[in-house]
Nanobody, 121 residues
Framework: QVQLVESGGGLVQAGGSLRLSCAASGRTSSNYDIAWFRQAPGKEREFVALIISSGRTTRYADSVKGRFTISRDNAKNTVYLQMNSLKPEDTAVYYC??????????????WGQGTQVTVSS
């Protein structure tokens, strides 16, 4: 069993930055690959970024590549999403999920409650 808690969301102007955190608890949480997804009102949940359990490999959606960076500190059981050059279209609820390497939301069995990110123009 893995519990995930996101934090770090908020309101920021376009061009600004935010860092999201995903704190994991559970004896084997560091063994899981962790992904960030986001869901805007009226839209489906979409893949944002993914990091393998060791932290050595990452993957990004084309829409965030070059602007977002995912990282993890397994000693702190925390995964981060550094978001730079934010755009209004990045506005969404951001969720972290634990599971196996996949960009499909259906592949993840553990989810956090989400954190709201709002980017004003």
């Amino acid at each position: 069993q893995v519990q995930l808690v996101e934090s770090g969301g908020g309101l920021v102007q376009a061009g600004g930055s935010l860092r999201l955190s995903c704190a994991a608890s559970g004896r084997t949480s560091s063994n899981y690959d962790i992904a960030w997804f986001r869901q805007a009102p009226g839209k489906e949940r979409e893949f944002v970024a993914l990091i393998i359990s060791s932290g050595r490999t990452t993957r990004y959606a084309d829409s965030v590549k070059g602007r977002f960076t995912i990282s993890r500190d397994n000693a702190k059981n925390t995964v981060y999403l550094q978001m730079n050059s934010l755009k209004p279209e990045d506005t969404a609820v951001y969720y972290c999920a634990a599971g196996a390497w996949s960009i499909s939301a259906g592949s993840y069995g553990y989810w956090g409650q989400g954190t709201q990110v709002t980017v004003s123009s």
